[in-house]
């Protein structure tokens, strides 16, 4: 069932009145898709945020109430401070609850692969969101992948991830979505050069000294 939030709408526009309603704890915002004129609107910074507290994150489903209407709706576009990370502008899309809509959604490994970490390899999964297109009834939460029998030398493409029933994904199918990552280092022995003859090193008996080494026994340096 959508999550209710109330929106705000008559706000003036500008970019001074929207640094004084972000202040306010107030988001301004709007309202567009399915032909309707966009509404721009205001909605509370917290009321947002218990809206979007729920397993689905930002992909909730809202009954959004614009005015005296209320539209089934998600969130498109979180735009916030590039410094404070607080939520400077928000985009609504009114959606269909029948017709198919795409989402970005959150992956996650479960499992544990045994074999990878004998091995000491590290799974890893190589994007963060996956491309799937339903009805807002069959948008998931999350996408699960499990890694349990993954070896050293496996992938999992997006071809292959289970989605749920009703779920379609977007994007190449031999897009690698988990792969595996060799984090042990091989020991090297170390390799000992002998050089006969070398800077330094001491003549052997009987072996001419190099050029411009000091002449043995009592001989004294030239001047």
């Given at each position: 069932?959508?999550?209710?939030?109330?929106?705000?709408?008559?706000?003036?526009?500008?970019?001074?009145?929207?640094?004084?309603?972000?202040?306010?704890?107030?988001?301004?915002?709007?309202?567009?898709?399915?032909?309707?004129?966009?509404?721009?609107?205001?909605?509370?910074?917290?009321?947002?945020?218990?809206?979007?507290?729920?397993?689905?994150?930002?992909?909730?489903?809202?009954?959004?109430?614009?005015?005296?209407?209320?539209?089934?709706?998600?969130?498109?576009?979180?735009q916030r401070d590039p410094v404070k990370r607080v939520?400077?502008?928000?985009?609504?899309?009114?959606?269909?609850?029948?017709?198919?809509?795409?989402?970005?959604?959150?992956?996650h490994l479960k499992g544990t692969a045994k074999a990878?970490?004998?091995?000491?390899?590290?799974?890893?999964?190589?994007?963060?969101?996956?491309?799937?297109?339903?009805?807002?009834?069959?948008?998931?939460?999350?996408?699960?992948?499990?890694?349990?029998?993954?070896?050293?030398?496996?992938?999992?493409?997006?071809?292959?991830?289970?989605?749920?029933?009703?779920?379609?994904?977007?994007?190449?199918?031999?897009?690698?979505?988990?792969?595996?990552?060799?984090?042990?280092?091989?020991?090297?022995?170390?390799?000992?050069?002998?050089?006969?003859?070398?800077?330094?090193?001491?003549?052997?008996?009987?072996?001419?000294?190099?050029?411009?080494?000091?002449?043995?026994?009592?001989?004294?340096?030239?001047?």
């Amino acid at each position: 069932m959508p999550t209710s939030l109330k929106t705000k709408i008559g706000r003036t526009i500008g970019s001074a009145e929207s640094r004084r309603l972000v202040l306010a704890d107030q988001i301004p915002g709007v309202v567009y898709g399915h032909g309707m004129t966009p509404v721009k609107v205001t909605v509370d910074r917290r009321d947002l945020r218990v809206a979007l507290a729920g397993p689905a994150g930002a992909n909730t489903i809202l009954e959004l109430e614009v005015g005296d209407t209320k539209y089934p709706a998600i969130v498109k576009e979180l735009q916030r401070d590039p410094v404070k990370r607080v939520v400077r502008h928000v985009d609504f899309m009114q959606i269909s609850l029948t017709e198919l809509i795409t989402m970005d959604i959150p992956v996650h490994l479960k499992g544990t692969a045994k074999a990878v970490l004998a091995d000491g390899g590290l799974v890893d999964a190589t994007v963060n969101t996956i491309q799937v297109r339903a009805t807002a009834a069959n948008i998931p939460n999350e996408i699960l992948i499990d890694v349990t029998s993954m070896g050293m030398e496996d992938v999992i493409h997006l071809s292959e991830i289970e989605l749920p029933e009703g779920c379609t994904a977007v994007g190449d199918p031999d897009l690698v979505v988990v792969t595996v990552l060799t984090t042990k280092i091989e020991e090297v022995a170390p390799v000992v050069a002998a050089v006969e003859g070398e800077a330094g090193a001491a003549p052997a008996d009987g072996a001419t000294p190099a050029a411009g080494a000091a002449p043995a026994g009592d001989a004294k340096p030239t001047a």
